[in-house]
Nanobody
Framework: QVQLVESGGGLVQSGGSLTLSCIVS????????MGWYRQAPDTERELVAA???????KYANSVKGLFTISRVNAKNTVYLQMNSLKPEDTAIYYC??????????????????WGQGTQVTVSS
C-alpha cells in the first residue's frame, strides 16, 4: 500500500517562502509522476505542480514562476518550494502520484488515497 507523508507547512507572512516535502513509500518511486495539490476551505482540490519521472514539470498558471517542484529519487521524496507566498495560497497541501495522459502530455488525476496533507497559512 502506498503511503504519502507530507510535511513542511506552517504560518508565514505574505511574501515569505516555504518548502514542502512528501515522502512516498510502498511503490517504486522513480517510475511515478508526482504532483502537489492544494485545497482551500470551500474549494475543490486543485493540482498546482507536477513532475514526471524524467524530471519535466508542469505548473498551474496561478503558481508559475513562484513555485518549484522537484524530486530526489534516492530519498523517495518530492518537494515544493514556494516563494512570494500570498494569502490566497493558504490551503492544505497534498502530494500524490499522478496518472499521465500520453495524448495530451499532461496529468489526468491522482492515483492514491490522500495523505493527511500539510497546512500552509499565509498572513497578510
Amino acid at each position: 500500500q502506498v503511503q504519502l507523508v507530507e510535511s513542511g507547512g506552517g504560518l508565514v507572512q505574505s511574501g515569505g517562502s516555504l518548502t514542502l516535502s512528501c515522502i512516498v513509500s510502498g511503490t517504486v518511486f522513480i517510475f511515478n509522476a508526482m504532483g502537489w495539490y492544494r485545497q482551500a476551505p470551500d474549494t475543490e482540490r486543485e493540482l498546482v505542480a507536477a513532475i514526471r519521472s524524467g524530471g519535466s514539470t508542469k505548473y498551474a498558471n496561478s503558481v508559475k514562476g513562484l513555485f518549484t517542484i522537484s524530486r530526489v529519487n534516492a530519498k523517495n521524496t518530492v518537494y515544493l518550494q514556494m516563494n512570494s507566498l500570498k494569502p490566497e495560497d493558504t490551503a492544505i497541501y497534498y502530494c500524490n502520484r499522478l496518472r499521465w495522459d500520453v495524448t495530451s502530455s499532461g496529468p489526468s488525476g491522482p492515483v492514491d488515497n490522500w495523505g493527511q496533507g500539510t497546512q500552509v497559512t499565509v498572513s497578510s
